[in-house]
């Protein structure tokens, strides 16, 4: 179960992440996010989000459920398609706020700082819909895993360092973003979760 929990979590990151790419490529833009942002946050976020799912209680009615058939996929087509919408998701808020902070006249840093940090929110509240990847957030319990919780916080102060932290911003070309902005990805992400917890309902 957890293994697919994983599976499930991580591959619409590298998912989304390529569809950013190929859409700024085939619209002749510049890239939202560079190759090593992206590296930034695929190692970041697949140690502090993706290995807490490790840790994931049994859910309730475990041994209720018919056995798992031995040569079935690990993904069915339900998980495929949540995982395609995830990844889609992904590029519509990091590119859309990527070129609306463009249009307002931020800089390409800044643009990309917040089209990075659009990603690991999204990741960041995914999460909590892989907990269980058919009962809702609530039913699972909001406390039942507490090393989600440490692997967001740490998640959280990592991306305060690499949007604000000079070493950080002369590594990755990032730049310091304002209240607003991250109102908007907060806005974005909160937005990714609820379609996802629709779509599983």
Not at 32 to 51: D, H, S
Not at 54 to 71: D, H, N, S, T, Y
């Amino acid at each position: 179960d957890n293994l697919v929990k994983f599976i499930t979590w991580t591959l619409p990151t590298n998912f989304g992440e390529g569809l950013v790419i190929l859409a700024a490529i085939l619209a002749g833009v510049t890239l939202p996010i560079t190759p090593l942002q992206i590296l930034w946050i695929n190692m970041t976020t697949a140690v502090l989000l993706g290995l807490p799912l490790a840790f994931e209680p049994l859910e309730k009615g475990i041994m209720l459920r018919q056995p798992r058939v031995p040569g079935s996929p690990i993904l069915d087509q339900a998980l495929i398609l949540r995982i395609a919408l995830v990844g889609i998701l992904m590029l519509l808020g990091s590119f859309g706020l990527f070129q609306l902070a463009l249009n307002r006249g931020l800089s390409l840093e800044e643009a990309r700082t917040v089209a990075v940090n659009v990603f690991v929110m999204i990741e960041a509240l995914y999460l909590f819909n892989c907990r269980s990847l058919t009962r809702s957030v609530r039913s699972v319990g909001y406390w039942t895993n507490p090393w989600v919780w440490a692997g967001v916080g740490v998640t959280a102060l990592l991306q305060l360092a690499f949007t604000y932290l000079s070493p950080f911003q002369k590594l990755f070309g990032t730049a310091p973003i304002g209240l607003g902005a991250w109102v908007e990805i907060l806005v974005v992400g909160l937005l990714a979760a609820i379609v996802v917890a629709v779509e599983k309902h």
